[in-house]
């Protein structure tokens, strides 16, 4: 049992490494588990975010955590901002619920409705603070 466990975390390290790479990569975690958006097309998801957050902050890859949001504007910010262009280039502005957008810019809407925003230094919340 050790080994299975140790063989994914490996898998998750390697992904981790090569999401570096990619523009857009970061990991998403709500309130049902996390995402990891580490190339175009491709995702990673899991419940056990703990230590998959801290492996994400400690590569220094983008974490947007919105587990502390109301779920009603977690919905709504699911619902109605743009999608986060990984691995392609985003879309021409205005950015809409099926545009695809820099991750900058989504992970400032998440982070201004009071989400935590860890990796994206300049992205600032509702009060003018910045994302470590």
């Known amino acids: 049992m050790m080994a299975d466990t140790l063989a994914w975390a490996c898998d998750d390290a390697e992904r981790i490494s090569r999401a570096l790479a990619v523009d857009g990569a970061h990991l998403f975690v709500g309130q049902g588990g996390y995402t990891l958006f580490h190339q175009r097309g491709t995702t990673l998801s899991g419940y056990d975010v703990v230590p ?7 590569a220094g890859l983008p974490v947007i955590d919105s587990r502390m949001l109301p779920f009603d504007t977690a919905l709504q910010l699911a619902i109605h901002s743009p999608m986060i262009a990984v691995g392609e280039p985003s879309d021409a502005q205005p950015w809409h619920g099926w545009a695809h957008a820099p991750l900058q810019h989504v992970a400032a809407l998440y982070h201004a409705a009071g989400a935590e925003v860890v990796n994206l230094p300049g992205v600032t919340g509702p009060d003018g603070e910045t994302a470590p």
């Open 52 to 58: 998959m957050k801290a492996a994400c902050i400690s």
